[in-house]
């Protein structure tokens, strides 16, 4: 009974993959087309995912070098230096994973 099972599973199995293969054969040029669809979108996304990152690093390290040139207490100054760099690494690395 095993051995009809697993016969019966194979046969099923390969029907359902001939079935999926002959469909994306007939199909092939709408897939192609929906895939550079998406490709395009993609991209166009990611050009602004990137602009909009360059402008806050941008913000960032006007802020940065404003917390740094400004005259405040030392242990403030360190903290917000800590914290400001933290962000800047972040978002540089966020920069070359989109670029990428």
Known sequence: MNQHNNLLSFVLGAAIGGAAAYYAYKHKDEILEKINDMEDNLHFDQH?????????????????????????DDAIKEDEIARLTEELNALRQEIQTLKA
């Open 48 to 72: 602004e995912w990137i602009e909009k990152a360059k402008e806050q690093l941008d913000r960032l390290t006007h802020k940065f070098q404003s917390t740094v040139f400004t005259p405040s």
